[in-house]
């Protein structure tokens, strides 16, 4: 499985992005689909995943804010990020995971909230 992410920037805070994620490769393998993402100094942690039966979680920071949606017909996950804040800069990761419990990860890609 092949992931590219795209969609990231430079946004003010209270802006929105959408980061999409495009996968490839053996497609009817995936089970999960989700975000991450890993700022300066910390540690990677969870935004938001999505299941193949549409069920979704969140980390209590983001929700309200962020929604992660899937498009099966294109392979491809999003995540729309809205009311975005200082906090969201990070650099934000696609993650799939298969059936069989492997995991792949995209090359990641910068959001950057300015105050």
């Known amino acids: 499985v092949q992931l590219v992410e795209s969609g990231g920037g430079l946004v003010q805070a209270g802006g929105s992005l959408r980061l999409s994620c495009a996968a490839s490769g053996s497609i009817s393998s995936i089970s999960a689909m989700g975000w991450y993402r890993q700022a300066p100094g910390k540690q990677r942690e969870l935004v938001a995943d999505i299941t193949s039966f549409g069920s979704t979680r969140y980390v209590d920071s983001v929700k309200g804010r962020f929604t992660i949606s899937r498009d099966t017909a294109r392979n491809t996950v999003y995540l729309q990020m809205n009311s975005l804040k200082p906090d969201d800069t990070a650099v934000y990761y696609c993650?799939?995971?298969?059936?069989?419990?492997?995991?792949?990860w995209g090359q990641g890609t910068q959001v950057t909230v300015s105050s």
């Open positions: 993650k799939t995971v298969t059936w069989s419990s492997r995991t792949y």
